[in-house]
């Protein structure tokens, strides 16, 4: 596994962390048993990802807790999530107790406020914060982070204040190949602020689903967002070829992963065979020049594509 130092954490991670929040939430989403979704986790273990990123909000954390009840705690990097909006300092910290129990552990490595919209993002740093800071005070974290609201916050407002407060220890961001805006607004804040990221949002449907794509990039090419010609039955099809990606799983993987500015880049499945494949995407080669400049050249100015929510849960 390659590995990573996150930002001013120190934490050495490896570069692909797993997500188990998403669509799958390691299977349980789609039906899955947790027998497989600790299956998922170990899977992902012995392949060398060492961060394994949960929340309240998805339901993982007592199957994560399970998977890595006989791994040494200090190699394993621990990251979940709390909401913040619309509740108080008390129901934030009383969260993460409760994740602390379902996790099996005295801390967790990182605790990040979860979906922090922009309206609210002052009354976290303001209010919410400082409880946080006492209980890593106390030793049931170890940093702090926050994450955006990537489908009602495209322009990544919220992290631009976020990130130039500079108290905050991580961000995740959302950066994928038709969402490329991070790369002018948030990398290179986090790069100079020495803050980690952990980005989401790498692989989406749209990806998966060559006629919503093309109908999507159709329709750009008809507001004049894209030039014509972008809008062909396979738009992304140049990226498949011997020399370049296998699958546009992989391409997109590749894409993002070395993206100056990216720590780490989270992926999710509830398939044990995905999560090789994945980690196999995330330790390959840059795609080449030519291709990776294209898809800057047709698709860097884009906001806000592909930025499909989970269904409800």
Same mark, same amino acid.
């Given at each position: 596994?390659?590995?990573?130092?996150?930002?001013?954490?120190?934490?050495?991670?490896?570069?692909?962390?797993?997500?188990?929040?998403?669509?799958?939430?390691?299977?349980?989403?789609?039906?899955?048993?947790?027998?497989? !979704?600790?299956?998922?986790?170990?899977?992902?273990?012995?392949?060398?990802?060492?961060?394994?990123?949960?929340?309240?909000?998805?339901?993982?954390?007592?199957?994560?807790? $399970?998977?890595?009840?006989?791994?040494?705690?200090?190699?394993?990097?621990? !990251?979940?999530?709390?909401?913040?909006?619309?509740?108080?300092?008390?129901?934030?910290?009383?969260?993460?107790?409760?994740?602390?129990?379902?996790?099996?552990?005295?801390?967790?490595?990182?605790?990040?406020?979860?979906?922090?919209?922009?309206?609210?993002? !002052?009354?976290?740093?303001?209010?919410?914060?400082? @409880? /946080?800071?006492?209980?890593?005070?106390?030793?049931?974290?170890?940093?702090?982070?926050?994450?955006?609201?990537?489908?009602?916050?495209?322009?990544?407002?919220?992290?631009?204040?976020?990130?130039?407060?500079?108290?905050?220890?991580?961000?995740?961001?959302?950066?994928?190949? /038709?969402?490329?805006?991070?790369?002018?607004?948030?990398?290179?804040?986090?790069?100079?602020?020495?803050?980690?990221?952990?980005?989401?949002?790498?692989?989406?449907?749209?990806?998966?689903?060559?006629?919503?794509?093309? !109908?999507?990039?159709?329709?750009?090419? $008809?507001?004049? $967002?894209?030039?014509?010609?972008?809008?062909?039955?396979?738009?992304?099809?140049? /990226?498949?070829?011997?020399?370049?990606?296998?699958?546009?799983?992989?391409?997109?993987?590749?894409?993002?992963?070395?993206?100056?500015?990216?720590?780490?880049?989270?992926?999710?499945?509830?398939?044990?065979?995905?999560?090789?494949?994945?980690?196999?995407?995330?330790? @390959?080669?840059?795609?080449?020049?030519?291709?990776?400049?294209?898809?800057?050249?047709?698709?860097?100015?884009?906001?806000?594509?592909?930025?499909?929510?989970?269904?409800?849960?």
């Amino acid at each position: 596994m390659d590995t990573v130092t996150l930002g001013r954490t120190g934490l050495r991670v490896g570069v692909a962390g797993l997500g188990c929040g998403g669509f799958s939430r390691l299977g349980l989403g789609t039906g899955g048993s947790e027998a497989n !979704a600790i299956r998922v986790v170990r899977t992902a273990l012995d392949l060398g990802v060492n961060l394994l990123d949960t929340a309240a909000a998805y339901r993982t954390e007592c199957v994560v807790g $399970q998977a890595i009840a006989d791994v040494p705690r200090d190699q394993v990097v621990i !990251a979940t999530k709390a909401h913040a909006t619309g509740t108080s300092p008390k129901d934030v910290v009383a969260s993460l107790h409760a994740s602390l129990r379902r996790l099996r552990t005295d801390y967790v490595d990182i605790f990040q406020l979860h979906g922090v919209p922009p309206t609210d993002y !002052a009354r976290c740093r303001d209010v919410i914060l400082p @409880a /946080l800071l006492r209980e890593r005070d106390a030793g049931r974290l170890r940093h702090i982070g926050i994450t955006e609201t990537a489908p009602r916050d495209p322009e990544h407002s919220m992290l631009r204040q976020a990130l130039d407060d500079g108290v905050w220890d991580t961000v995740m961001v959302a950066f994928h190949m /038709l969402h490329q805006n991070a790369r002018g607004t948030v990398f290179p804040r986090s790069m100079d602020k020495r803050i980690g990221t952990l980005l989401m949002f790498a692989v989406r449907r749209i990806f998966a689903r060559p006629a919503m794509l093309a !109908a999507t990039l159709a329709d750009l090419a $008809q507001s004049g $967002q894209l030039p014509h010609g972008a809008d062909q039955a396979d738009p992304l099809g140049f /990226l498949l070829h011997p020399g370049g990606a296998a699958s546009m799983t992989e391409a997109a993987y590749r894409f993002v992963r070395h993206e100056p500015g990216v720590d780490v880049v989270l992926f999710g499945t509830g398939n044990p065979a995905h999560v090789e494949q994945n980690v196999a995407a995330l330790l @390959a080669p840059p795609l080449p020049a030519a291709d990776h400049g294209r898809l800057v050249s047709l698709f860097g100015h884009l906001v806000g594509i592909g930025l499909d929510r989970p269904p409800a849960r």
